[in-house]
């Protein structure tokens, strides 16, 4: 088709336009991309250019569409890590819900002396002192105790030695502990990283031996429930959007994906779903936000340094296609146009003689 001239069932004059405005109809997938239904009227007029209010110019863009999938998420602290004393005693102290405590500090007291938080994954399954057997713990227990500030036995290592028992004793006398050079398998707590306590089990007076407290890690995250027929849209390490209500609009980066599918037993009509777990790439973004409800954008698609103009720029075909109005000084011509991805109410196009900064007709 002439760019010039273009098919009979194309309308020129600029009610011809706003005939065509009113009659199409744009859809939101739920996805941020729309799809124009209906077609121009094969009895648009070609004659009247009676102005209609609201016509305008914009300039093709040359950019980046991103087609996308949202999933209802909440924000939060993450899953819980439940707490059980293996010491002997009595519980004296503990500390409040969404307290946060770091490494060396104390996380509830039995028999009035402090129980403070390590880190590590490894449990600790033994007592050590000098002259036990090497083991991956005794690194563990060097690595706490030299960040702690508690040296003097070199690099961790794996063998417990006089210096490490030296260096335990300062650590207990620090923490007004008998100084015995032998450390307990209940002595502390142990956790990945910096904990903050999410729920308190027991009760000044419990057991020690007893369940005592919850906690999560101290950063927020999104927990997402994705449709499990779209889980390949979640990859580790993968970027999405979030819109956090209360909050901003950030980006985060996919931590977790779960490994088993839920369904809502009470909702016979209950997608099956998939648990996404998602780091905020900027915790201020959530403010002082401890749950919220958040929006998360996974990318379908992706078009890059594509011509794109406003959805309300296409002309539709009476015999199909899409065409747009051409403003060049003042002067309109029609040009017939190929499109592509739709996204945020925009639309790939291409077509003869397109380039960015041209001016278009639009309705929006």
């Known amino acids: 088709?002439?760019?010039?001239?273009?098919?009979?069932?194309?309308?020129?004059?600029?009610?011809?336009?706003?005939?065509?405005?009113?009659?199409?109809?744009?859809?939101?997938?739920?996805?941020?991309?729309?799809?124009?239904?209906?077609?121009?009227?094969?009895?648009a007029s070609t004659g009247d250019q009676t102005p209609v209010p609201g016509a305008s110019t914009t300039d093709i863009v040359k950019?980046?569409?991103t087609e996308e999938e949202t999933a209802d998420a909440t924000l939060g602290y993450g899953s819980e890590t439940a707490v059980s004393g293996r010491k002997e005693g009595t519980i004296t102290s503990l500390p409040q819900v969404g307290a946060k405590i770091d490494r060396g500090k104390k996380v509830y007291d039995v028999n009035a002396k402090p129980v403070p938080l390590f880190y590590g994954t490894l449990p600790f399954y033994r007592d050590l002192s000098d002259g036990v057997d090497k083991g991956p713990d005794v690194k563990q227990l060097e690595e706490n105790l030299k960040a702690l500030g508690f040296g003097g036995f070199g690099a961790p290592d794996e063998k417990f030695t006089a210096a490490t028992a030296a260096a335990l004793k300062k650590w207990q006398k620090s923490l007004g502990l008998e100084q015995t050079g032998t450390f307990g398998q209940g002595d502390v707590v142990l956790a990945p990283g910096p904990i903050r306590v999410s729920a308190v089990s027991a009760q000044p007076g419990s057991p020690a031996g007893s369940e005592i407290l919850k906690y999560t890690g101290t950063d927020r995250v999104v927990t997402a429930k994705l449709d499990a027929k779209k889980q390949s849209l979640a990859q580790i390490g993968g970027k999405v959007g979030l819109d956090i209500s209360g909050g901003k609009s950030t980006t985060g980066t996919v931590d977790k994906i779960g490994t088993s599918v839920d369904k809502d037993q009470n909702d016979p009509n209950a997608k099956p779903k998939i648990e996404v777990s998602i780091k905020l790439d900027d915790q201020a973004a959530a403010g002082s936000l401890d749950s919220a409800p958040v929006t998360v954008h996974f990318t379908r698609g992706k078009r890059e340094n594509v011509l794109a103009v406003p959805v309300g720029a296409l002309l539709a075909l009476a015999e199909g296609g899409f065409a747009v109005e051409v403003d060049e000084g003042g002067k309109r011509r029609l040009v017939a146009v190929q499109t592509g991805l739709y996204s945020g109410g925009k639309v790939e196009i291409s077509g003869d003689g397109l380039k960015a900064g041209m001016k278009v007709v639009t309705t929006s």
């Open 1 to 43: 088709m002439s760019e010039h001239e273009g098919p009979q069932a194309v309308r020129k004059g600029r009610r011809a336009r706003w005939l065509v405005a009113a009659a199409v109809a744009v859809v939101l997938l739920g996805t941020g991309s729309v799809v124009v239904l209906t077609r121009v009227s094969a009895g």
């Open 63 to 65: 950019t980046t569409l």
